[in-house]
């Protein structure tokens, strides 16, 4: 593993934060893609999948994996660091390209509102919702029965959404760029796997990087 410049990386963070875009930059979604990463530590390597699915059914279009070696250390606040890459390169070998891409990852919600989707939606310029099970940062302030509003230095970084089926579940979802955190909530309802409590997309893609790195073990 190479040293971790935190002084490089917090100003990139602090750039790309800055040219993200927070708006609907699409006129139609037909085709949704989620992406996911498993990484085994004592290996080095990385097994990243990225599933596209058609909205209008749900059946799945194409699928891809990759395995790789980790050229980054986990740093908690920098994940994309060392996950973007491996992402980017799996979503590249994909031949359709989809219209909105969920990351198993924060956009907005982060400590300078640039996670891992925003990451990935500034470097693809392709609109992308970060789904997390875990807060990172953000201050609630309840919407309506089911939203949780999240705030961060004053600002809106997305939505905790509350399933009273199974009240123990976490479902944080932010915008990361090239979408409006309306319709990342709502995208991310309209396709949500009850049953994992993920975007059905996203869940796929976890269950295919889950399986690819179980093959290696």
């Known amino acids: 593993m190479v ?14 934060a800055r040219k993200l875009i927070l708006e609907d930059d699409f006129n139609k979604v037909e085709y949704l893609a989620g992406v996911s990463i ?9 097994y ?33 660091v060392r996950e973007a890459p491996i992402i980017k390169q799996c979503i590249k070998q994909l031949n ?16 300078r509102f640039f996670g891992l989707a925003s990451h990935i939606g500034l470097a693809l310029e392709i609109p992308t919702i970060g789904i997390a099970g875990n807060l990172l940062v953000g201050e609630e302030s309840p919407s309506s029965p089911q939203i949780i509003s999240l705030f961060h230095e004053s600002r809106l970084v997305g939505y905790r959404h509350i399933d009273y089926e ?18 990342a909530y709502a995208l991310t309802i309209q396709t949500l796997n009850g049953e994992h409590n993920l975007p059905l997309a996203l869940h796929l893609a976890r269950k295919e990087a889950r399986e690819l790195f179980q093959k290696s073990a």
């Open 48 to 80: 990243c999948s990225a599933v596209v699915i058609r909205r209008s059914d749900l059946s799945i279009v194409e699928k891809t994996s990759l395995e790789t070696e980790v050229k980054e250390p986990y740093i908690p606040n920098y994940r994309a």
């Open 96 to 111: 359709v390209k989809p219209e909105i891409l969920f990351c198993h990852g924060h956009g907005l919600a982060h400590p």
């Open 38 to 46: 498993v990484t085994d530590e004592e290996k080095e390597k990385a």
């Open 166 to 183: 199974h009240p123990n579940r976490n479902l944080f979802i932010s915008p990361g760029h090239l979408i409006s955190h309306e319709t």
């Open 3 to 16: 040293s971790f410049d935190y002084h490089k990386w917090t100003s990139y963070q602090l750039q790309g």
